[in-house]
């Protein structure tokens, strides 16, 4: 167990669809980024929040969002899900003051 | 960020040294070099990190050249778990984000 926490392990929903993605990050930590994972596809950075700030943003779609709320879980927002989402989409933390990030053990979302 | 360049693939037989090489030209005098791993779909793991100094862990060794602009991620015993994709990346400080490259595949035989 890393101390990520990413729910719900196992996603399946249909094109148009919206769905959550949720991530606790380890206690303490106050950095969450965002990856996207597609079949046999490097990890591509999404998006990252610090202490409830959108810190910096990749190839995010306009059609996904994602926030960081007071307890400092994230959320990650899929609307009008296409085919090409399917990916695995991992959720990472990290301290401010100490090295390296620590990523859960994905979402795997299939959209059908 | 800087760059990175990494084989895409390397063997290494079971019980012998896996010696992973990466390229980082472009690296800036504040950035850091970091090693990350991923096995099959798992979630990456973290291996080691340095700035200019060689670094030793339980894991690994990671040794960096006198002008940084290339690195070399030692596994002294590679088993069969080490097979995984091997990312070597750069970065500023502990609230900068990670950009994955490529990584090197590692396959691990027997």
């Known amino acids: 167990d890393s101390g990520v926490t990413q729910t719900p392990k196992h996603l399946i929903t249909a094109t148009g669809q919206r769905v959550t993605l949720r991530c606790s990050p380890r206690?303490?930590?106050?950095?969450v980024y965002w990856y996207q994972q597609s079949l046999d596809q490097g990890l591509q950075f999404l998006i990252q929040?610090?202490?409830?700030?959108?810190?910096a943003k990749g190839n995010i779609l306009e059609r996904f969002s994602a926030q960081q709320f007071p307890d400092l879980h994230s959320e990650l927002n899929l609307s009008s899900l296409e085919l090409g989402d399917s990916a695995l989409y991992f959720c990472?933390?990290?301290?401010?003051?100490?090295?390296?990030?620590?990523f859960g053990s994905g979402t795997r979302l299939t959209v059908v | 960020d800087a760059k990175t360049t990494q084989p895409p693939s390397m063997d290494c037989a079971e019980g012998r040294a896996a010696n992973l090489p990466c390229n980082h030209s472009?690296?800036?005098?504040?950035?850091?070099v970091y090693w990350y791993r991923q096995i099959h779909s798992q979630g990456p793991q973290y291996i080691i990190h340095?700035?200019?100094n060689n670094e030793t862990n339980e894991m690994a060794s990671l040794i960096i050249t006198e002008d940084r602009k290339s690195s070399t991620l030692i596994l002294p015993h590679a088993t069969l778990r080490d097979t995984a994709v091997y990312y070597c990346?750069?970065?500023?400080?502990?609230?900068?984000?990670?950009?994955f490259g490529t990584g090197t595949r590692l396959q691990v035989f027997p």
């Open positions: 990472a933390s990290s301290p401010t003051v100490s090295y390296g990030y620590t």
């Open positions: 206690s303490g930590d106050l950095s």
């Open positions: 929040y610090y202490n409830g700030e959108e810190r």
């Open positions: 472009t690296i800036s005098g504040n950035e850091y």
């Open positions: 340095g700035l200019k």
């Open positions: 990346i750069v970065r500023r400080d502990n609230t900068d984000k990670l950009i």
